[in-house]
């Protein structure tokens, strides 16, 4: 098996040269002493061929004329002038066979050498490139391939990729081979252990070999060493995350009142229903039914208390991204219980329009409820700082025509100047006195994370309408 081609090394000629002048000249001798044994100068080809392997292009031609010359010269020696019929259509025979194996071999080394240049071609990307049988055997092994694994051609060859590299497949692999065989390519991402013991991932894609009669006859491979933009991106996610994690806690700290009020109202009601049922156990004839009836109204309150602080505590938690089956019409509801009481301090009315059936949506849980939470004080915000006597926001969820799940939240401020719209999700970039510009550029950080678009809707009616999309998915898809 070649692993790569290259044009015939000059070195063999020291071998060959003396080898195909030696026969050359024992031909011419032969032919010369022994007219009768035959059309002996057709062996000339021998030498031509001898030649093809070591010489290039001008040294085969100069070959031929050599062998040509021989035999005429051999010719001459032995017929001379009186040359019968027979001898002189032996001798055209030799010279024609020569001049056509020399013809034969010219094109045959032009039809290597342009192999070789794309071999060599192939040896430049740093790319690992190899071709292997239907089963599974190396036949070709590229410089990037030993670059990047570690592994020489002469290693490499005849052994299998799969146990070499150890190949960690992000599917069944006879689900793969049935896509590569079925569509002639696949691509995707694989893990692959170096010699050094190393894991590297690699964006790999196949491409499928056939003969004229469709049949399968080999695979070749291409492997992009990806292993350093996964980390940076493993990197970036973390730093998005932290970002995150900060932006909560500033929110969190912007809805103090609102957190003290919506905590202290199940607290004042645990209070009061402990009251209740002291005077109703301290009667002469204790009532228990209403003590009964008091503690369930305290057990309920605690457990709103409790549901209040889990969903404050999991807001404030640093931790990494979880990913399962949600429902957005419950995110929206649990959203809201934190700026329930911004809506009713700033005397803005909240009117709900959301999809009379779950929106199941893969995301998580917690950063959804941020972005959410982002976009309705915002609105909150930009209501309080206007004259208007309209208050009100409307909160919608639907599913459009792409059967992705939408959430629009439009309220009645000042709305927003157009040459700011087009810069309002840009990192830094804020419109309030007092901002830092990152909320609304985490929201677009998380909701394309989420594989969703977020945009602004134009409204000519005044007012902003904030639109963002997840993308929909059946209930069993995340179980």
Request: glycine letters at 6%; hydrophobic letters at 45%; proline letters at 3%.
């Amino acid at each position: 098996m070649r692993h790569r081609l290259s044009p015939p090394a000059s070195g063999n000629s020291r071998l060959v040269a003396p080898l195909a002048i030696l026969l050359a000249a024992g031909i011419f001798v032969v032919d010369t002493i022994d007219p009768f044994s035959g059309a002996v100068a057709v062996l000339y080809v021998v030498v031509i061929l001898l030649a093809g392997t070591t010489f290039r292009r001008r040294g085969i031609v100069l070959c031929s004329f050599a062998c040509i010359a021989l035999t005429s010269l051999s010719f001459w020696f032995v017929h001379g002038e009186e040359a019968s019929g027979g001898a002189f259509s032996r001798c055209l025979m030799s010279i024609a066979a020569i001049a056509i194996t020399t013809l034969l071999v010219l094109k045959n080394q032009s039809t290597s050498n342009d192999l070789s240049e794309k071999a060599q071609l192939l040896d430049l990307t740093h790319d690992a490139i190899f071709v292997r049988s239907m089963g599974d055997l190396i036949t070709y092994w590229n410089r990037g391939a030993e670059a990047i694994y570690g592994w020489s051609a002469e290693h490499a060859a005849g052994k299998s990729t799969h146990q070499l590299l150890q190949t960690v497949f992000p599917a069944k692999l006879n689900e793969i081979n049935r896509q590569l065989l079925s569509s002639d390519r696949w691509e995707g991402e694989l893990l692959h252990t170096k010699r050094d013991g190393s894991v590297v991932v690699v964006s790999s894609r196949w491409s499928l070999k056939k003969d004229a009669d469709g049949k399968p006859l080999a695979v070749l491979e291409t492997n992009t060493d990806i292993s350093q933009r996964r980390r940076a991106e493993t990197e970036v996610l973390k730093a998005q995350a932290e970002l995150a994690h900060v932006t909560r806690l500033t929110t969190l700290g912007e809805l103090t009142a609102s957190i003290a009020h919506e905590v202290n109202q199940p607290l004042a009601g645990i209070v009061m229903n402990g009251e209740a049922c002291l005077r109703w156990i301290d009667r002469d004839k204790p009532d228990l039914d209403e003590v009964r009836s008091a503690v369930k109204r305290s057990i309920a309150d605690a457990q709103r208390a409790s549901d209040i602080v889990h969903r404050i505590r999991a807001l404030s938690k640093k931790g990494d991204i979880q990913m399962a089956l949600v429902d957005v019409n419950e995110i929206v509801n649990e959203s809201l219980v934190l700026v329930q009481h911004e809506l009713i301090a700033n005397h803005i009315t909240l009117k709900l329009d959301l999809a009379n059936r779950p929106l199941p949506a893969l995301g998580d849980r917690i950063q959804l409820q941020q972005v959410l939470i982002n976009l309705l004080i915002n609105g909150i915000q930009a209501m309080a700082s206007g004259n208007s006597d309209l208050r009100e926001i409307l909160v919608t969820t639907s599913i459009d025509e792409s059967n992705q799940a939408n959430v629009r939240i439009r309220d009645s401020g000042p709305g927003i100047d157009p040459d700011n719209a087009r810069q309002l999700f840009k990192t830094f970039f804020t419109t309030k006195a007092d901002g830092i510009g990152m909320g609304l550029s985490i929201c677009r950080s998380i909701v394309e994370s989420h594989g969703g678009d977020v945009w602004i809707v134009p409204n000519p009616g005044g007012g902003a309408i904030f639109q963002f999309s997840l993308p929909r998915v059946e209930k069993d898809a995340g179980s």
